[in-house]
């Protein structure tokens, strides 16, 4: 700062800046007008793509909660009681409906308007054929799918999958006021079939439930006691603090190996190695643990760090031993943290696919699963399967199944809130 | 210093200035004027609003959400709280040093040469490398430096840091400077620096310093206002302030009493 | 006994335990503790001999059932377990006995107890080393069977990928061909498509959320980006094969190409979409961890909010954005369910977006469902492939965690 060293004595401005500046600052302007609407269009980008996806699966899948019944009146006569078979039977028992079906390619044509199968299991299992006897037995999925308005009737009719002949049986049906839209109970109800009308999430949900029940029994009192352990427990210097670290960095990258190596560790290890049967949701409960395994640790570690070393240090100093101060002070103040972190687990595995996969989980299961060593699906695996299907009417399943899935999150996480919520505010009295 | 003061017009005029952090009053009904080629103090107890004054002359205040300014302020005439005013260049002529140093984690030049780029003022590069070399000369700052102008400025000393913020600060040559306890963090050898050059500078710029320090503002400055709660209790001549208050609170915390 | 894990022998357990709780709780509860002087072992509480008895016979338990279980394996001999069920009655008695024994004034109960507690929870930490050795194992072991019919070289090198030839049909080479170049070319493409969507627009979301949003916008967009991150991926897959894909196609059409549903396209696209959320939380981490005070020096010097954040936030975050990136990549390129169901199976080289390619998850999943033979080169390519994609996202996430570890270091 020389005396030398001039200086433009230019104090009193009456505007605050150059002409210069004022320029550039119009491009600065927009510059910054510009950042921001890439900010904006990459928010609305995401919020259009969630839309766009929600939208388009219930469009799909909220007319799959319904279906359509047909009723029957079956008059038994001589020439019913003469058929070789319960399928022929029924078809000549629906051909006496319109009276106009004879030969064997029409009867084949009838029979796919209704659950052929579903019907005849109802009419094998009528104790008494000589009565009159009335089905109400699901439509079939082309009837149902074109009764919800899915195919379009305008199409030439190679161009559909129902023919002309069926849409006029159908519309006869529905004039004598034997056609009947309720909820599909099916669909919660039944396992899973080779016919979607009669396909339904039973088995799905019962595998989903206890997998994630065996998965959560053993993820979460394994993952919150490691988790105790490292915060509280673990050495922290020397050799042993070497080894400590080692076991946190470990953890972090066991959260991040992706979920199908998860799937191939279960394959070689507990059905190649240990020999257990594939499909069972005890496999599947076992892998989902060791996937939840490190998320529960990570998740409760950081809610355990939350809690003020203080606390800890003024229990050992009245005297309680090391055991009691972390778990009659650190512990309980940390287990909100922890529960959601839980919960958010459980939510995970819930939706997890790819490695059940891996332990044979995409089996065909016909049967509800009555103890963890059944073979069953999983939701996430059912919704796979049905999707894989090209017939609309199992792409309407498949998102009704996504629905059921999305509310059952929904309700899960929402409960992780409340929960959260509810214990900060019982800490803060 | 009175001479000083008949002779130039006030660098900011404030009537009626009140700040609001949503529902906190932290500011009330400040009037104040502000003499350019001085140094002003703002001294007062912690939460006095004395921060929250020094921010309304380059509107930082706005950088916080929910905080509302009302009332005029005048700079050279013009108010810069007016709608035509574009905050941004506002800055360009007050300039601002904070508590806690904050060099940015590049090189030692390119911190000097932030806001040059920004605003465009130096085209060619050789004027650049000038217009860097004058701002760590004015902050005294050159001799240490000017053989590791390409080292990460955080790798400097914390009184070095400060004189590099004040330089960055230099650089798009302000008509003022606030100072937001700028020693607060600094050694007693850094700050003994730092307050020759205030000293210096004020032969060019308006400077308005926040301190916590009475000893620093006593030593330092030609004016000081004293704020407590938020409101300007007393604003006079820096010696008559310590030597004489006409206020009983003013008295009381430049003894010692609270604060 | 049909049952191969007969669990009700841990109910058995557990009920011997409780037992074994009340037997010496009760005991303890009437032991009369002399007053000694000065800090002393007596005075454990009726309750940790309790626990101390528990603990002990649920481990002798827990050990008689693990060891009958080996012994038999899952699958039941014809024996039956009437042994087993014996020794799991009678021996657990023997730690009864010794905690009984054990009830006195000066044995150290709560010490003992809290020793054993230590150990159980230092055990329980070990699981997870022990599951990373699971997964090292048994990956290695297949996979190096799979390199005793094929060489690692023609693996990592060959760009034929055909493992779905017959294998039943008589003799000659029993397998297809196994170079997995066209895989690993599939993976890279679709994590390139995902990052280019997920990248920009999760760390723009991240800004603009964080800087630039009113409360409103922020109190609306925020959990719509969190839901986005709790959607089970085979839904993220069953909407790039039913909606994304027809319409990239039906777009393709209109263009006058003939493009078919799957495509790496979508497949990335959606990928992208699910991955956003990641970005964002983890740029959002690292953006608000640059100090206040930078922000404001640079605003104080007259630069625009868009100036301070793209010439000094980023700045300073960088190493941790790229960390976030480096999180997102892995991510994606372990993602199975959207590729299982949008990408394709057959393994093209192509880099045309529009054609579908296959990636290291889709080829696993083709490999180890449906019937299969197990040891054959089929199925042990895929614990090859899944090698490769541990190694590949091990290295993605160590790289990660020192970039952001070394990036934390710096602002503390």
């Keep these: 700062m020389s005396a030398t060293e001039t200086y433009s004595d230019t104090p009193i401005k009456a505007a605050i800046t150059t002409a210069a500046m004022e320029a550039r600052m119009r491009k600065r302007r927009a510059a910054e007008r510009r950042f921001r609407v890439y900010g904006q269009a990459a928010v609305a980008f995401s919020i259009a793509a969630l839309a766009w996806l929600l939208i388009s699966i219930v469009s799909t899948g909220a007319s799959a909660f319904t279906q359509h019944w047909v009723t029957l009146d079956l008059t038994v006569t001589a020439q019913t009681n003469a058929s070789p078979n319960d399928r022929r039977r029924l078809a000549d028992a629906l051909a006496d409906v319109f009276g106009e079906v004879s030969d064997e390619a029409s009867r084949r044509e009838l029979l796919q308007v209704i659950s052929a199968s579903v019907a005849t299991a109802d009419l094998r299992a009528a104790q008494n054929l000589s009565e009159p006897l009335q089905l109400i037995v699901p439509a079939s999925d082309l009837t149902d799918q074109y009764l919800k308005g899915h195919i379009d009737p305008n199409l030439p009719e190679d161009q559909r999958k129902i023919t002309n002949r069926q849409i006029e049986w159908i519309a006869a049906l529905d004039a004598e006021g034997r056609v009947h839209r309720r909820f599909n109970r099916g669909l919660f109800a039944n396992p899973d079939s080779r016919d979607p009308e009669r396909a339904g999430l039973a088995s799905a949900i019962f595998g989903s439930i206890m997998i994630v029940l065996i998965a959560s029994a053993l993820a979460l009192p394994v993952g919150i006691g490691a988790a105790i352990y490292l915060d509280s427990f673990a050495p922290q210097t020397g050799w042993g603090g070497r080894l400590t670290r080692m076991l946190e960095v470990n953890i972090n990258n066991l959260a991040a190996v992706p979920s199908i190596v998860f799937g191939l560790l279960g394959l070689a290890v507990f059905i190649n190695f240990f020999g257990l049967p594939r499909s069972i949701p005890l496999v599947g409960g076992l892998v989902l643990a060791l996937r939840m395994f490190p998320t529960i640790v990570i998740a409760s570690r950081a809610s355990l760090l939350a809690v003020p070393v203080s606390l800890t240090d003024s229990a050992l100093s009245l005297g309680a031993s090391r055991m009691q101060a972390v778990f009659n002070h650190r512990v309980p103040l940390a287990a909100p943290g922890m529960m959601t972190g839980s919960i958010i687990g459980m939510a995970q595995a819930l939706g997890e696919t790819a490695p059940l996969l891996m332990i044979g989980m995409v089996a065909f299961v016909t049967t509800v699963p009555s103890s963890p060593m059944d073979p069953a699906t999983a939701l996430p695996v059912q919704i796979f399967l049905w999707s894989g299907s090209a017939e609309a009417a199992w792409a309407e399943r498949a998102s009704a199944a996504i629905i059921s899935l999305l509310v059952v999150l929904m309700f899960i996480n929402g409960i992780a809130i409340i929960l959260r919520e509810r214990l900060q505010r019982r800490r803060k009295l | 210093m009175k001479t000083i003061e008949t002779k130039l017009a006030p660098k900011f005029t404030c009537r009626g200035v009140s700040v609001h952090y949503g529902e906190f009053r932290a500011l009330h009904d400040i009037d104040i004027d502000i003499a350019d080629r001085s140094v002003t103090a703002l001294i007062g107890p912690s939460g006095c609003g004395k921060s929250t004054l020094l921010r309304v002359f380059n509107r930082m205040n706005e950088t916080i959400p929910d905080a509302r300014t009302r009332g005029t302020v005048l700079m050279d005439g013009t108010d810069i709280y007016a709608p035509s005013i574009d905050p941004v260049l506002l800055r360009t002529r007050v300039g601002m040093v904070f508590q806690k140093p904050a060099p940015f984690p590049r090189s030692v030049y390119d911190n000097v040469a932030y806001g040059p780029r920004l605003h465009g003022l130096a085209q060619a590069r050789g004027e650049l490398k000038r217009l860097v070399e004058k701002s760590l000369r004015r902050a005294g700052l050159w001799e240490e430096v000017k053989d590791r102008l390409s080292l990460p400025a955080p790798s400097l000393s914390i009184g070095q840091q400060q004189r590099l913020v004040l330089a960055r600060a230099l650089a798009i040559d302000p008509d003022v400077i606030l100072m937001d306890e700028p020693a607060s963090s600094l050694d007693p050898i850094a700050t003994a620096r730092l307050e020759a050059l205030i000293e210096e500078l004020k032969k060019r710029y308006c400077i308005i310093i926040v301190t916590h320090s009475m000893a620093q503002a006593a030593r330092i400055s030609d004016k000081t206002a004293f704020l407590h709660k938020g409101a300007l209790i007393e604003y006079d001549q820096t010696d008559r302030i310590f030597t004489n208050p006409s206020d009983t609170r003013t008295q009381d915390y430049i003894t010692g009493r609270f604060g | ?412």
């Excluded at chain 3, 509860?29 to 000694?36: D, F, G, H, K, Q």
């Excluded at chain 3, 059409?253 to 790496?264: I, K, M, P, R």
């Design chain 3, 1 to 412: 006994m049909s049952d191969p894990v007969p669990f009700y022998m841990l109910v058995i357990v557990g009920a011997l335990m409780v037992g074994a709780y009340r037997i010496v709780y009760g005991r303890a509860a009437r032991l009369v503790v002399p007053n000694l002087p000065g800090p002393s072992a007596a005075r454990a509480q009726p309750r940790h001999h309790a626990r101390l008895a528990a603990a002990l016979t649920g481990l002798v338990g827990v050990g008689i059932y693990l060891t009958g279980l080996s012994l038999r394996g899952p699958i039941p001999s014809a024996g039956g377990d009437g042994l087993w069920l014996m020794a799991l009655i009678v021996i657990p008695a023997l730690p009864i006995a010794l905690s009984i024994a054990n009830v006195r004034p000066d044995f150290a109960a709560r010490t003992h107890v809290e020793r054993m507690a230590e150990t159980g929870l230092m055990l329980l930490a070990l699981v997870a080393l022990l599951t990373t050795f699971g997964i090292v194992a048994s990956l290695v072991f297949e996979a190096t069977l799979f390199f005793r019919d094929v060489s690692i070289i023609e693996f990592l090198f060959g760009t034929q990928w055909s493992p779905q030839t017959p294998i039943r049909a008589g003799g000659t080479g029993q397998s297809g061909a196994f170079g997995a170049v066209p895989v690993f070319a599939g993976t890279f493409f679709i994590t390139l498509i995902a990052m280019a969507v997920a990248g920009p627009v999760g760390l723009m979301v991240a800004i603009y959320l964080s800087e630039y949003a009113s409360p409103r916008t922020r109190a609306i967009a925020k959990p719509a980006i969190e839901v986005l991150a709790g959607i089970p991926t085979v839904v993220y897959g069953f909407f790039a094969l039913i909606t994304v894909g027809p319409a990239i196609r039906d777009a393709a059409a209109w263009l006058g190409a003939d493009v078919a549903t799957q495509s790496s396209l979508a497949a990335g696209l959606v990928m992208g979409v699910m991955i956003i959320p990641l970005v964002s939380s983890l740029s959002d981490d690292v953006i608000s961890a640059v100090p206040q005070s930078l922000r404001d020096g640079s605003t104080a010097l007259g630069a625009t909010k868009s100036e301070t954040l793209t010439r000094v936030v980023f700045r300073s975050a960088l190493p941790g954005i790229i960390g976030a990136f480096l999180l997102a990549i892995s991510r994606a390129i372990g993602e199975t369910m959207i590729v299982v169901m949008a990408a394709g199976r057959a393994a093209n080289l192509s880099a045309n977006p529009f054609d579908a390619v296959t990636t290291v998850t889709v080829q696993i999943v083709a490999l180890l469902t449906g019937d299969q033979v197990f040891d054959s080169p089929r199925t042990l390519a895929a614990f090859a492939l899944g090698l490769v994609l541990f190694v590949i996202t091990l290295l993605l996430n160590i790289g990660a965690l020192a970039v952001v570890n070394r990036y934390r270091i710096r602002f503390e």
